[in-house]
């Protein structure tokens, strides 16, 4: 800071690629920390170490970050941050604070140097102060790429080639810049291992109309993979050349770049003309083709049978066995992982046993997490990576006997979660609509979940991928439009703090409904838990819902399922409501 | 044009105040193109005279424009208008455009800027090109200003002065402009009628920490109310003065200014230091105070018997006399103009018979409209101002035998603005989240409705008074929070066009319902028409909701109908239904 003139210096939690999930080389805020959690912005001055983190994540911070000389600070609602308003309180004008511009978006640096210029505060950014002090920085990772066969992916390269040209052509652009790491790994039917749970890995790319380059280290690729791209007209380049190749681009090339993903650094090395722009392969990617909605299909009846041989043997085993919140977790996983085509888990399961079931970003740890017994509420929420389509579920349920309030609270959230699913509405309708259909039988009892109610979902891809989601604020889940062929989580829940947490989840796909209209088709497959459910609260409309779900759900489920004793099990689980 | 060596000039549709409705002497528009309807915008270039205009007054445009050298074009839905979009096309590089800056605000200027920079073409505003060539161009009016006693609006000009002083500490800025003529009446309990419908006048006003400044033509006020001015330390200045008064201001004074308010020559002028955010007072006023609150609950009974004795006149006369559209907006405001404290229209009443109901902004003139008779559907949208309230109200009737599908559309909308109206919702909800609730029923039948649902109104102000409304779209009503003491309408249709509309209007006032929720009190009381209303359709819920407002609507508004026949009648009116 000294060496730069620099006041302060900030660090977000991101990556040159505004990834959700890092790898481990671009954990810098809790190497510097000690903060584990997945949101929060460090800055350091010269007087001042403070971490800004939000409600979520007060305790843990507080914990970690107990006995440094790193401060935790509250991150709030407010419209300006909490961490830029004690910026522009503590340094005085003529400050310059400096950050590394590949850890924030082009959009992001324009609104931080909006709301510190009036303050005359500079904002610097630079391409690496870290790597210099960081001295066992881990790698950046170097794991192979494989291809993502058109059988799976439906859609060739060049077919998606093709359809993100004519949208080029559309929008009057030579070039089109890619960094988002699933926006690539859809383009070229490629997927990685290079972060956990997501299958994609480090690079970019940048599409013309007549052929693209992918930067990627080459040595990620086997050479059967290098011929099969070159054949389909795509140049690999180093993953480190990609800032040379855009200043060199020609003056008047109008490059395509997306100012919510592409990074402060590499926006300002552009030389062509920067046409402001959502990324075209952000929607195209969002509405899924009919190969990988059938896929999709499939791959929840696969998920569903998994899920019913983990549950029936935790149903066999609960009173016999010591089983922890994190056992249960594993049998999730080892049930998936016998299915074809499975390939990992889509996010680490949250496996929250009563109180643990209130905190909503709960992960059980091997060493530290709940016994399951039989009583209390249980609440899964869990997903597969499969070669053929990514899971998302949450289901709650009951260990044991079950009080007048805990019926009471889930059959609010189901109703919530059907009323979501069962509404037929014009296009152009917008994730922020759609929200409160999920909260009002809440509402009448005042009460609310804290969290947004759906995010879109990959194709063998993100578990979070944008652009749509259902959300109560005007996020841009909220703010962007539910098309057809879209898959969205819808997934209400109740939290009773200290002392359990509800939630159901199920992934809807937005189809045609006709005359402008679209409605839901429910992909997930598993059954509710009857037990919890007041049939008193529910209409006939309902119930009819319910019961027409449990039929299809066994009808396609138990196939996958291998033991008879466990389709016999799950019979029952796939009971009527009278 | 050529002596400014401008290429095109923009023409748009407001006053310097940023004003909804105008004063004639800002009919820019309509005085150069013959277009009448509310809302366009008019381009002219060396080669072209265009008007751009939206849905709704397409058919109104062609006919007004015909054999004139104006040319139509239709205004979209586009993030980027389609009159910005054919400047795009049509003006080379290193054009200039000239406007009236009055007439737009400081965002509406800063959003043209930006989207014709790419293009190499500039926006120049000027103050005013328009005077010197239109010669009989009516006067600024001059009508006179009255107070609006403190019995009707609950505060002083001295506690609202004080209310606004403590927000500008908390926002830290020295002064605050005040642009927008509703603001400004109610700021200093004053009102005008320099614009039709709207009890405003034409002013500015500055606040500062110490004195307040209204800058207002002295001849529209008595010496008495210039004394009481005085005395609550407020100083006069011309209404032409405000330019050089903003010019004048201390370098380092902090000036708070609404961009979207404050119009682009204003905003340029100002010397000190310009302070962006929403105006104190369009918030301030958007919560009503219990008196106001009081106020409105007994104008709604005035209000309701009004229409009960001109609904109760044409269901006697209808078979008698001819009575036209027109007729019956006169008869509704001459029962209003016998009730306490009448001031006049709050805007012109929309009654459309048969398929005219379909005509969203339809407006009956004398000279050309329906001859109402013994059958088919009537959407009566109407509203008066009264020194103690302004109210807007629509209810549609039948006038003789009813249709399945009259039905089925009248209690689709019926059930959504009650679903609308029974709603709890927490703190923090905004106008588009719960409008959905308004259209789920229509949606269901494939059915909707292009306008909003609901805006905000003023106490013996404006009848659509920001911020906050239900919207499909993130317009200012779509994203501002509903917060307690708001009186909002609630307003869903369905418009078969050719055939009939549908509309039922109720005001709603926001109150807390504790534990951070909010709920609805219905202020409007007028009977719906149960003849349309298929109860085979209505939840037991909403049987009651409905059977509970007749009797408190009979109760309420019985008292003000000056005749007993009409009592009588109005009992009837207020049936259960079972």
Same mark, same amino acid.
Request: charged residues 20%; aromatic residues 10%.
């Given at each position: ?72 600070? &509250? ?5 300006? !941050? ?13 400050? /310059?604070?400096?950050?590394? $511009?590949?850890?924030? %978006? ?38 192979? *790429?494989?291809?993502? /066969? ?49 299958? /994609? ?28 791209? &070159?054949?389909?007209? *795509? ?52 509405? &899924?083709?009919? /190969?990988?909605? &059938? ?59 009563? %109180? ?25 929420? %869990? ?108 997934? !209400? ?8 947490? *509800? ?10 409904? $006709? ?64």
């Amino acid at each position: 800071m000294n060496a730069n003139g620099l006041e302060a210096f900030f660090i977000s939690g991101s990556d040159p690629h505004q990834s959700e999930y890092l790898a481990s080389h671009w954990n810098i805020r809790s190497w510097l920390t000690g903060f584990t959690g997945s949101a929060g912005v460090a800055i350091v001055t010269k007087e001042h170490a403070g971490l800004w983190t939000d409600s979520r994540y007060y305790i843990q911070a507080e914990s970690e970050l107990k006995d440094t000389e790193w401060t935790m600070h &509250k991150m709030d609602s407010n419209a300006i !941050p909490s961490y830029i308003r004690w910026v522009q309180e503590h340094l005085h004008k003529g400050s /310059v604070i400096g950050m590394d $511009g590949r850890t924030l %978006s082009h959009s992001q640096y324009g609104q931080f140097d909006k709301w510190l210029k009036p303050y005359h505060i500079a904002l610097q950014i630079y391409s690496d102060l870290i790597s210099e002090i960081w001295e066992d920085r881990p790698e950046i990772p170097e794991n192979p *790429i494989f291809e993502h /066969v058109i059988k799976f992916a439906g859609k060739s390269r060049q077919e998606k080639l093709e359809q993100v040209r004519k949208k080029m052509e559309e929008l009057n652009v030579n070039s089109y810049l890619l960094t988002a790491l699933d926006d690539i790994a859809w383009t070229f039917n490629l997927r990685g291992s290079d972060v956990e749970c997501n299958p /994609v890995f480090l690079s970019y790319a940048c599409i013309n109309r007549e052929e693209a380059i992918l930067f990627v280290n080459e040595k990620k690729l086997d050479p059967e993979l290098i011929d099969s791209l &070159k054949k389909d007209n *795509i140049k690999i380049a180093n993953y480190s050349d990609i800032m040379d190749f855009l200043n060199q681009l020609p003056e008047n090339e109008k490059v395509l770049m997306d100012p919510t993903q592409v990074n402060a650094v590499l926006w300002k090395s552009v030389n062509g003309i920067k046409e402001s722009g959502q990324s075209i392969v952000k929607w195209e990617k969002s509405i &899924k083709n009919d /190969v990988e909605l &059938k896929h999709f299909r499939h791959t929840m009846a696969k998920d569903g049978a998994a899920l019913a041989e983990a549950f029936h043997w935790l149903d066999q085993n609960i009173e016999k066995l010591k089983i922890t919140e994190f056992d249960l977790a594993m049998k999730i996983a080892e049930c998936r992982s016998r299915k074809a085509h499975y390939y990992g888990e889509s996010f680490h399961a949250i496996v929250g046993y009563r %109180s643990n079931g209130a905190i909503v970003h709960y992960r059980p740890l091997p060493e530290q997490c709940a016994i399951l017994e039989s009583s209390g509420l249980l609440l899964v929420d %869990s997903g597969g990576q499969y070669l053929d389509g990514t899971t998302d579920i949450t289901r709650t349920f009951t260990m044991g006997e079950v009080s007048a309030d805990e019926k009471l609270h889930y059959t609010l959230v189901l109703k919530g979660m059907l009323a979501l699913s069962s509404i037929q509405f014009p296009a152009g309708t917008t994730g922020i609509q759609l929200d409160i259909l999920a909260r009002q039988f809440l509402w009448s009892h005042g009460l609310d979940y804290g969290h947004g109610t759906g995010h879109g979902i990959g194709f063998f891809l993100n578990v979070h991928e944008p652009p749509q989601g259902f959300a109560h604020t005007l996020s841009e889940r909220g703010k962007s439009t539910i098309k057809p062929g879209m898959v969205t989580s819808n997934e !209400p829940g109740y939290y009773k703090v200290g002392h359990y947490g *509800i939630r159901i989840e199920n992934l809807i796909h937005s189809i045609d409904a $006709g005359n402008g209209f679209l409605k839901f088709e429910t992909l997930t497959l598993y059954p509710y838990d009857t037990s919890l459910i007041d049939a008193s609260m529910l209409s006939q409309n309902e119930i009819s819902t319910i019961n027409a779900y449990h039929t299809y759900v066994f009808d396609h489920v138990s196939p996958f399922i291998e033991d008879p004793e466990t389709v016999a099990w799950f019979k029952e689980k796939c009971a009527q409501i009278l």
